[in-house]
């Protein structure tokens, strides 16, 4: 479609036949990004992923993954027979690619461990690695989380309707511009959602409004950014320039057309490590024993951004820091062959994803921030704080979106408060996106009833518990109280049902590493204190509770080499199913083709005017049965296609403030009437084949559609014949004139002009669509009401 239309419109524009508008150009563009990222999501397979606080061993879990069949063979690489760099045989996960050895802390980003053949394709082979980038609409949404979590929020500030007019008019006589730049309007569009989800008391304005003053008002990019800067960090003039150079690395990256990035093995440790450590020393490695910044340098390699070891050669031109905060994933090649058994099963079914750990938001006695340090090194340290806050909160929420976690390992270790309570919210969010509301715990009347099920709540640390005295079963009953009274009481007491608990429980122990393995036991002669740990464990009235096949769980968590995950593994492979996201992925494939559909239908010029008068007649025959065949239904049939049809406020403030925008422009010489038949034939437009179209499926996925509502493609059909209909030479004139009245309005109070002006400019449309036409045919008198149907009202 995208190729017709370019080959085609120029021709159309010439005959002035069925043109093709630019918003639907701009409609087919966004669609085929849409249909571009359902590809890219079909074929990314299914993935388990680890998740939960900072410093629970989640890194320790992927070694345990990651850990290689035979020393002397890795398993990260797509092929072992290409050799290095790509492939280097004694590359070690713990000791060569994590920076967090001892204290540190990686950068919030996803890792995402796969098989080559689910690779990108185009990677250059001797570039192991990918790092996948975000988007400008990312960026905003990181930077305003962060700024929520770590920095101190306007006392008294509210987006009320009133407030966001005010601030897109003075912006607008600062950055004003001649047209609405598109991708703006959807990046701001959709910051502005995801802030109305976070905070709804301070985003008192809905989406609608919040579109139709972007509609409004057309700005340049200096302007949006300011829009973006107020809303969404306050206006720190320091959070600005950070956003503004992230930006600039973003559009590079872009502008090679490739999805992200490559980088080699060396580089990997620098990208993960969020203290930008200059030096790496790695003792145990043998491979990289010793890399430094400046042995890495970045360039444009066959179109592609890519970071190469060249020892003594760097450092990149680009800011270790700005390539951090552009990351959204890095995903690391895996040979499974070279796994231990029970992991090489998995990962050759499923991707396995290492989630950012959840921390507590700033503040109490650490406090939120009230300015950035003047100090460069020190702002710098509190631009990356917000920026791997943002991550930490956002990359969870986009990831359960998608369902790219079908099977979640939470690792929990204790904790504070805080922490438990974001940990038990965002659980919900997975577990309801995974199950449905009606079947998660808290939610709905239906329970889960998988066995397994997808959750996985894996205790670590539990050698701490007797460190310092003896192992005792009251010991594991306060640790599972912990986890069952202070952040997953729903979960863990009704999870299948009422008084039927959650037990997919698993004690997980890291042996040679926090834990004490059995060399170092024997040692310290303490082996007599891990068998009445066993015992203490199994005698634990919680775990009884909790923990299903307790025995062998903890036997697996003793084993050197095991710690319990092999048993973890096991149930992966099981209650990791591709069902649940084909079936969303195919929903939004069916409702990508039918919106293609439906915006094609629009550029179709049938040379038989019958059949097409036909056509529209039988629909409207078509709706009338559908009223009339069930009196019982009409009344919320009639009230189902008014919010479908009708505008909304924020729909009609370009319309309603045409004449001002027409006074502000640098062609004052341009008839009013003739701009504004143009704008108008537009605005029904759009309204007919996009806004009422888009607000009957979001009311169809509110109620459900097994109520005998419309189709989705004859109420399509329905709202652009309406929108033809309005457009007609016989209804048209009379509808431009009526409304040309109000938009020239004159008063002398500015705000009062313009609240009325938009009051009855969308009262005006509403009459029509509700009431097509504008006909004195009076009523039949003679009627006798008493024999008709009274449909309910």
């Known amino acids: 479609l995208f190729n017709w239309v370019g080959q085609h419109n120029r021709h159309r524009i010439e005959q002035n036949l069925g043109v093709i508008r630019p918003n639907d150009e701009f409609r087919l563009l966004t669609l085929r990004r849409k249909a571009a990222s359902l590809f890219r999501s079909s074929?990314?397979?299914?993935?388990?992923?680890?998740?939960?606080?900072?410093?629970?061993?989640?890194?320790?879990?992927?070694?345990?993954?990651?850990?290689?069949?035979?020393?002397?063979?890795?398993?990260?690489?797509?092929?072992?027979?290409?050799?290095?760099?790509?492939?280097e045989p004694k590359l070690s996960f713990d000791y060569d690619l994590n920076p967090r050895c001892g204290s540190q802390e990686a950068t919030a980003i996803v890792t995402r461990f796969t098989t080559k053949d689910r690779f990108e394709q185009e990677a250059l082979q001797h570039y192991p690695v990918l790092v996948r980038s975000l988007s400008r609409s990312e960026w905003l949404r990181v930077l305003a989380r962060g700024f929520r979590s770590e920095c101190e929020l306007p006392a008294k500030q509210r987006w009320e309707d009133s407030d966001l007019e005010g601030l897109f008019e003075e912006v607008a006589s600062n950055h004003g511009a001649e047209e609405v730049d598109r991708h703006?309007?959807?990046?701001?569009?959709?910051?502005?959602?995801?802030?109305?989800?976070?905070?709804?008391?301070?985003?008192?304005?809905?989406?609608?409004?919040?579109?139709?003053?972007?509609?409004?008002?057309?700005?340049?990019?200096?302007?949006?950014?300011?829009?973006?800067?107020?809303?969404?960090?306050?206006?720190?003039?320091?959070?600005?320039?950070?956003?503004?150079?992230?930006?600039?690395?973003?559009e590079m990256?872009?502008?090679?057309?490739?999805?992200?990035?490559?980088?080699?093995?060396?580089?990997?440790?620098?990208?993960?490590?969020?203290?930008?450590?200059?030096?790496?020393?790695?003792?145990?490695?043998?491979?990289?024993?010793?890399v430094a910044w400046t042995d890495l340098v970045d360039r444009i390699e066959d179109g592609w951004y890519v970071l190469d070891y060249q020892p003594g050669q760097g450092p990149p031109?680009?800011?270790?820091?700005?390539?951090?905060?552009?990351?959204?994933?890095?995903?690391?090649?895996?040979?499974?062959?070279?796994?231990?058994?029970?992991?090489?099963?998995?990962?050759?079914?499923?991707?396995?994803?290492?989630?950012p750990g959840m921390r507590a938001e700033r503040g109490g006695v650490e406090g939120q921030m009230t300015r950035l340090d003047k100090e460069p090194d020190k702002r710098l340290d509190q631009e990356m704080s917000i920026v791997k806050r943002g991550k930490v909160f956002y990359l969870f929420d986009r990831y359960i979106e998608e369902l790219q976690a079908q099977t979640l390992l939470m690792l929990i270790r204790g904790g504070n408060l805080d922490v438990r309570g974001l940990l038990k919210e965002y659980v919900d969010k997975w577990g309801q996106s995974r199950y449905?509301?009606?079947?998660?715990?808290?939610?709905?009347?239906?329970?889960?009833?998988?066995?397994?099920?997808?959750?996985?709540?894996?205790?670590?640390?539990?050698?701490?518990?007797?460190?310092?005295?003896?192992?005792?079963?009251?010991?594991?009953?306060?640790?599972?109280?912990?986890?069952?009274?202070?952040?997953?009481?729903?979960?863990?007491?009704?999870?299948?049902?009422?008084?039927?608990?959650?037990r997919n429980f698993y004690p997980i122990r890291y042996p040679g590493t926090w834990d004490y393995d059995s060399a170092r036991r024997q040692r310290e002669s303490k082996e007599e204190k891990w068998v009445q740990a066993g015992e203490a464990f199994l005698s634990s009235n919680m775990v009884k509770t909790y923990v299903e096949r307790a025995e062998e769980k903890w036997k697996a968590a003793m084993r050197d080499g095991d710690g319990g995950a092999s048993l973890i593994a096991e149930a992966f492979r099981s209650t990791t199913s591709a069902s649940r996201k084909q079936e969303e992925l195919n929903k939004s494939i069916d409702q990508t083709h039918d919106e293609l559909v439906q915006l094609a239908k629009n550029w179709v010029v049938d040379p038989n005017t019958n059949l097409d008068r036909e056509r529209r007649m039988k629909l409207a025959e078509d709706v009338l049965n559908w009223f009339a065949e069930d009196n019982k239904m009409i009344f919320h049939r009639v009230q189902a296609l008014e919010q479908s049809l009708c505008f909304q406020l924020?729909?009609?403030?370009?319309?309603?403030?045409?004449?001002?925008?027409?006074?502000?422009?640098?062609?004052?010489?341009e008839d009013l009437d003739a701009r504004f038949s143009e704008d108008l034939q537009s605005f029904l437009h759009d309204w007919g084949t996009e806004w009422a179209p888009g607000r009957w499926q979001e009311y169809l996925n509110w109620c459900g559609d097994d109520n005998g509502w419309l189709e989705p493609e004859t109420f399509n059909n329905l709202s652009?014949?309406?929108?033809?209909?309005?457009?007609?030479?016989?209804?048209?004139?009379?509808?431009?004139?009526?409304?040309?009245?109000?938009?020239?309005?004159r008063l002398r109070d500015e705000g009062a002009k313009r609240q009325a002006r938009r009051k009855f400019v969308r009262l005006i449309l509403n009459d029509y669509v509700m009431n097509p036409g504008s006909d004195k045919i009076p009523l039949d008198k003679d009627v006798d009401l008493s024999t008709q149907p009274d449909y309910g009202l």
Not at 321 to 328: E, K, R, V
Not at 720 to 745: A, Q
């Open 43 to 87: 074929q990314v397979p299914v993935a388990a992923a680890v998740y939960g606080a900072s410093q629970v061993g989640k890194s320790l879990f992927v070694g345990r993954v990651m850990q290689s069949q035979d020393p002397q063979f890795s398993p990260l690489g797509r092929d072992e027979k290409v050799g290095p760099p790509a492939y």
């Open 184 to 250: 703006w309007r959807m990046d701001l569009l959709d910051v502005y959602s995801y802030l109305k989800r976070l905070d709804e008391l301070r985003y008192l304005s809905d989406e609608s409004t919040f579109n139709g003053l972007l509609s409004r008002y057309a700005l340049d990019d200096n302007g949006y950014t300011e829009i973006a800067s107020r809303l969404c960090w306050g206006n720190w003039p320091e959070i600005t320039d950070l956003f503004n150079r992230i930006c600039q690395f973003l």
């Open 253 to 290: 990256l872009d502008s090679t057309g490739k999805s992200g990035m490559l980088v080699h093995w060396a580089a990997v440790r620098f990208l993960l490590d969020s203290q930008r450590t200059p030096e790496h020393i790695s003792s145990e490695s043998r491979v990289f024993k010793k």
């Open 317 to 355: 031109k680009e800011d270790l820091a700005t390539i951090q905060s552009a990351m959204l994933e890095m995903v690391i090649p895996v040979i499974p062959d070279r796994l231990t058994v029970e992991w090489r099963n998995v990962l050759e079914q499923i991707d396995f994803l290492d989630i």
């Open 436 to 502: 449905g509301k009606e079947n998660w715990p808290r939610e709905g009347p239906k329970k889960v009833r998988d066995d397994p099920p997808a959750l996985f709540l894996g205790m670590t640390g539990i050698d701490d518990e007797f460190q310092n005295e003896d192992a005792k079963k009251a010991l594991y009953d306060a640790r599972l109280k912990q986890i069952v009274n202070d952040t997953f009481m729903e979960i863990m007491t009704d999870f299948s049902g009422k008084g039927r608990p959650f």
């Open 650 to 669: 924020g729909d009609v403030f370009y319309l309603a403030d045409v004449a001002d925008i027409h006074a502000a422009s640098q062609n004052p010489l």
């Open 720 to 745: 652009r014949y309406l929108s033809d209909y309005l457009c007609s030479s016989e209804v048209f004139e009379d509808l431009k004139n009526r409304l040309l009245k109000v938009v020239s309005l």
